[in-house]
């Protein structure tokens, strides 16, 4: 399909990219988690905070995957991407009902930006963009490239921020009091 193979390589990048990044995502929490809170339901920031990354990393990977394969025509690799979208968009409500939820920290407006509403806007231009493809098939294109893209910085971001938030908020093992 012509539409489609322009685009090999830029999915082949973006697909190693994200998947090399959910293995770094791992290897990180593992790390973290030699540092325990105590004291605090750390399963529900978890859910709002850490797990949004690594689907968000798994969605590029997956739209990289898709439009690889060898479609017959866009309107398959459409349904598929639109499918996409709308499982992140349902994810991404529920992602602000988990970070509403939570109680270890206060998220701000950055939190909200690149946990809510930037994943919400990649998610809906995945939607949209599969009911256009059929008559605007190259724009439609450029955009869930972008798409991918943003759910690609929006892990790293999230990653960063979150990596940075543990080595500067939670004391050392030996600092901390004895149960």
């Known amino acids: 399909m012509t539409a489609l193979a322009g685009w090999q390589n830029f999915y082949v990048i973006v697909g190693s990219s994200a998947g ?3 293995g770094l995502q791992f290897v990180v929490l593992t790390l973290i988690a030699e540092r325990p809170i105590t004291g605090a339901n750390i399963a529900q920031a978890g859910a709002a ?16 995957a898709m439009l690889c394969a060898p ?3 866009l309107a ?7 499918f996409v979208g709308l499982c992140g968009l349902v994810y991404a409500i529920t992602v602000t009902r988990r970070m509403r939820a939570q109680t270890i920290y206060h998220p701000v407006f950055e939190d ?13 231009t995945l939607v949209a963009t599969a009911y256009e493809a059929r ?14 893209l943003l759910l690609l910085f929006i892990g790293i971001h999230n990653a960063w921020d979150g990596i ?4 500067f908020n939670r004391k050392p093992l030996e ?5």
């Open 112 to 124: 909200w930006l690149f946990h809510v509403l930037l994943p919400f806007s990649a998610y809906a």
């Open 76 to 82: 398959g690799a459409a349904t598929a991407w639109g």
């Open 20 to 22: 090399a990044l959910i």
């Open 71 to 73: 479609w017959n025509g």
């Open 175 to 179: 600092d901390r009091p004895e149960r």
């Open 49 to 64: 905070f850490s797990t949004p990354t690594v689907v968000h990393f798994a969605t590029a990977l997956l739209l990289a």
């Open 164 to 167: 940075t938030y543990h080595l």
């Open 135 to 148: 008559s605007h098939a190259r724009e439609a294109l450029f955009a869930v490239a972008a798409a991918a």
